[in-house]
């Protein structure tokens, strides 16, 4: 068995992969990079019940993997470029020969993928560590799952600067509620609710009109989000507004949480 680990900024994933089935993936909190990787290891094996022996290799990978040296609690490892990682996972997951593969995570990466060929297309600052910062900062809420629940009842109207509100109506291409500026009319009587939604939208619309320009720039049709921010219904919800307005499907595959990590796992066998 391989096992393909990526030891992020706020997570750790690990999956196993044997015979090409994907097995148990898990997630732990990245503290260390040592000591989570050695952590998330040992849960691995404790939920399948595998002895350490019949793991071949270890398949590293993520900003936390150059701390790891050439063994954890003495398995191999093998070190895995996270771009690689990210374009093979987008590739077997979804199917596709071609597409620009999004990973989601603490920060934005874009990787062009196109029938096994990989390029590190581009990326921004703007993620899940966005979201925690800024909710962190304005509303004192510490975790995604609680500015989720506080955003259920949020009013985008009370803070972001649509269209509409500008032009009075839709223009040309674009609906009267398509957002102008976020942020651009926050209201006196603005709740947290009201706040926490529109953080989220700020994220999920970065991310969506950075895949979009990069998949026009590479005439690219499909794109595929993975990463942990990829399966948040709400995150999802502003992302596919915006494929809707600009006509581009986003597509999330299975395992599309642990994507970098099974992507991984995927370049240490072949």
Do not use: C
């Not at 040296?69 to 398995?75: Q, S, T, V």
């Not at 799952?145 to 949020?154: C, F, H, N």
């Not at 619309?205 to 990829?230: F, H, M, P």
């Amino acid at each position: 068995m391989i096992i393909g680990i990526d030891i992020g900024g706020t997570t750790t994933d690990i999956v196993g992969l044997n015979n090409g089935q994907i097995l148990n993936p898990v997630s732990v909190k990245a503290d260390d990079p040592i000591t989570s990787a050695a952590g998330a290891l040992g849960k691995f094996v404790e939920m399948v019940d595998l002895p350490l022996s019949e793991i071949e290799i270890i398949a590293a990978t993520g900003v936390g993997s150059m701390q790891i040296k050439d063994h954890l609690l003495g398995i191999p490892i093998k070190k895995i470029d996270e771009f690689d990682s990210i374009g093979t996972a987008g590739a077997y997951l979804s199917g596709l020969d071609e597409a620009m593969v999004i990973s989601m995570g603490t920060g934005t990466a874009l990787v062009h993928v196109n029938n096994g060929g990989i390029k590190h297309w581009g990326g921004s600052g703007v993620g899940g560590g966005t979201m925690v910062g800024l909710s962190r900062k304005l509303l004192n809420i510490t975790t995604i799952r609680t500015l989720m629940d506080k955003a259920s009842k949020g009013r985008l109207g009370m803070i972001d600067l649509t269209v509409g509100d500008i032009a009075g109506g839709g223009l040309i291409d674009l609906p009267e509620s398509a957002t102008a500026s976020n942020f651009g009319k926050v209201s006196d009587e603005a709740t947290d609710s009201d706040i926490a939604l529109a953080i989220i939208n700020l994220v999920g619309q970065t991310i969506a009109i950075l895949g979009i320009s990069a998949a026009r720039a590479e005439r690219v049709n499909d794109i595929v989000l993975t990463g942990k921010l990829s399966i948040i219904p709400l995150i999802r919800k502003v992302v596919d507004g915006v494929g809707a307005l600009y006509k581009v499907n986003f597509i999330v595959p299975g395992y599309a949480e642990f994507a970098t990590a099974i992507g991984a796992a995927i370049k240490a066998q072949a």
